[in-house]
């Protein structure tokens, strides 16, 4: 059952634009989300993360929304660049537990 | 950020033969490490959690006798996939979590890809 959904598999976006990257959990004692970069055969970068006291988080070009009325969370790039296209994966976590669970990831292809 | 090391990054073996995988926390402690395991165009799906001085728990469907898990030390955890076969062929992942600010954050290893003949 997937607790974490990314339904969109890709996303392309010019250079220079806002690339944003959506995410829904089913699982109500999530409270805390985060975002990895992942370049094929190398382990997942951590990007930014959230807790649901918070309904947003910035950190440079990266922001990170959560409305945890609609269990939603979105990562914003801003302006998007080359070095950015990779596949993104959500992550949610019951605070104390560290278990990741993770969506299925959202290909981003930044175009010059 | 934290850093988490792996090896080795890629491994070649005959089918039927044991294959050790090494994931090191190098610049912090950590009780538990978690083993990730994915196949190609797939999420990551957690295998098990590796536990310092205790047993590793294990995820529904993945088989304890089949991936050996030891927490050596508070900064090395192993996994072993026992008489491999073709089918265990993926891209195996380490975490170690590190606390900071009271937020637990994931830091994940470079990845083992193994392959099976």
């Known amino acids: 059952d997937q607790q974490v959904k990314q339904n969109s598999p890709s996303l392309s976006v010019q250079e220079g634009r806002i690339s944003i990257l959506n995410c829904d959990y089913t699982?109500?004692?999530?409270?805390?989300f985060l975002w990895y970069k992942k370049y094929p055969a190398e382990g997942p970068t951590f990007l930014i993360s959230?807790?649901?006291?918070?309904d947003k988080n910035e950190d440079g070009r990266f922001t990170v929304f959560l409305n945890k009325s609609a269990k939603h969370l979105s990562l914003h790039i801003v302006p998007s660049q080359p070095g950015d296209s990779a596949v993104y994966f959500c992550?949610?976590?019951?605070?104390?537990?560290?278990?990741?669970?993770f969506g299925a990831g959202t290909t981003v292809t930044v175009r010059a | 950020g934290a850093v988490v090391s792996q090896h080795p990054s890629r491994v070649i073996c005959k089918s039927g033969t044991s294959v050790k995988i090494e994931c090191r926390s190098l610049?912090?402690?950590?009780?538990?490490m978690f083993w990730y395991r994915q196949f190609p165009k797939q999420s990551l799906m957690l295998m098990a959690t590796?536990?310092?001085?205790?047993?590793?728990?294990?995820e529904q469907g993945v088989e304890k006798d089949k991936f050996l898990i030891n927490h050596a030390s508070l900064t090395l955890s192993t996994l072993t996939v026992t008489s491999a076969h073709p089918e265990d062929s993926s891209f195996y992942i380490c975490?170690?979590?590190?606390?900071?600010?009271?937020?637990?954050?994931?830091?994940f290893g470079p990845g083992t890809r193994l392959l099976v003949l």
């Open positions: 975490s170690a979590p590190l606390l900071a600010g009271g937020l637990e954050t994931q830091y």
């Open positions: 699982n109500s004692m999530f409270d805390y």
């Open positions: 959230i807790s649901s006291i918070k």
């Open positions: 992550a949610a976590s019951v605070s104390g537990d560290y278990k990741l669970s």
């Open positions: 610049d912090f402690q950590a009780t538990t």
């Open positions: 590796s536990n310092e001085g205790s047993k590793a728990t294990y």
